[in-house]
């Protein structure tokens, strides 16, 4: 038998038992999907594109961020990638996001010693608070120091540190 009509005969064997059995869900890989929605508890509702993986949908699928402390709020609509942890069909888990920015919203982190990075519009803000109280400082009259002690107890800035950035 020559290679050729052999590799024929397995492919004809092949066609003819998944026709009878199904084909089988490779769980070593990982597939398109799209969020459903997200349950309170943080895990993703999944939709996988390929109907054989699809079935009635994925619930209680976990996180995998890739960076301890990092959450996200998703919204439906979402692109992902479903896979399954060491090929396992009970350990499923979502990452991968292809997706427009809009629909994800990256928590950094709540704890306390927890530095986060400022955002520029919250920066101008705050510097502009600072220069118009320095502004109507310099031009109150010649009272002994009285409007800068005043200035000086009413000086309150709001954090300009992101826990929560959102791309749009």
Known sequence: MSALTFERWRQDFANIVENLVGRQIDYTKIYPSVVVAQNADGTLQLLADNPKVRGTGHNNIRIRHGLPGVSVEVSAGARVRLGFENGKPGEPYASLWDTDAAFVTIH?????????????????????????????????????????????????????????????
């Open 108 to 168: 950094l982190g709540n704890s306390s010693n927890t530095e986060f990075v400022a955002l520029a519009n919250l920066v101008d803000d705050e510097l502009a608070k600072i220069k118009d109280m320095f502004t109507d400082w310099l031009v109150a009259p010649n009272d002994g120091g009285a409007a800068l002690k005043s200035l000086s107890g009413s000086l309150s800035f709001d954090s300009v540190a992101a826990e929560k950035v959102k791309a749009e």
